[in-house]
């Protein structure tokens, strides 16, 4: 991506994509989630897995870096966090904003929660822990 | 392979090629911060393109919901959440606000969500992304059977 213009073509490809494939594969349905989480049904699972397949497939080919990253003191917490906050409303903070657009107006609060724990995150890193978190990805 | 030498000061970065990480706009409108890329080659991408990812998100949602029939304006989160979590809708703001807490906090914590380290790092077959994955879906699970048997 040399150009902010292919960077920002890509976003939106891309926003557009996931999106569109998440809500209809179901993972804004919060039954849908559960019985996915509880093993009841495992398609939502295997599409997860099946992504995960062609990603690994899709970077492999295109030969994209690697990058180390660190399992530092904040993964570990911070998953469970996220965990937690998955099963109870959505997860992924792409879920609650294509479950606004599908209707359900209660997702807003979720997303309040989401930047309002951002931000609690980096107020917190900032005074006390002072961990090295990296990113996702890159 | 990125030198570890050249990663910039250590702080979550902004990735340009965020279809995972769409939260990091949010965490761009502050004016304060400072998020440093991490890889040298790449840098934050300007806040109007993650703003267009979110926006790109929503559009997609929302093209869904309303081919498929399913869009309805509604101020519940449907059946599934009335069984299995909570009916009474003032219990249910206040889940999913704390809900959505614990996911930004987690996210941020842990350096990535179920996109950005379940997808994006797992793709990449990074260990601390192959780690996370495994102990929030772990979470995931057992909050799920919490709420399906228990509560």
Known sequence: MRTRGAVLLAHILTGLALGYTVANIGYGDYAELNRMFTFQDPRMLLSFAGAVVIIVVAFALLRVRRTPGRIHAGVIPGAVLFGTGWAISGGCPAIPITQLAGGYLPALVTIAGVTVGIRLCRWANARYFRLDRGSCGL | ??????????????????????????????????????????????????????????????????????????????????????????????????????????TRLAGGCNSGHGLNGCGRLRPVSLVATAVFFGTAVAVSFLLWKVI
Do not use: C, H
């Open chain 2, 1 to 106: 392979m990125t030198p570890t030498a050249q990663r910039a000061a250590p702080k979550p970065a902004s990735a340009p090629q965020a279809a995972y990480e769409p939260q990091s706009s949010e965490a761009d409108a502050d004016p304060g911060a400072s998020e440093s890329p991490v890889a040298s080659s790449l840098r934050p991408a300007p806040l109007v393109t993650q703003a267009a990812l979110l926006v790109s998100i929503f559009l997609g949602g929302w093209i869904a919901a309303v081919t498929s029939g399913r869009f309805q304006l509604r101020s519940d989160m449907g059946p599934g959440f009335r069984n299995l979590v909570t009916a009474d809708p003032i219990a249910m703001v206040v889940l999913l606000f704390v809900g959505g807490v614990l996911v930004g906090f987690g």
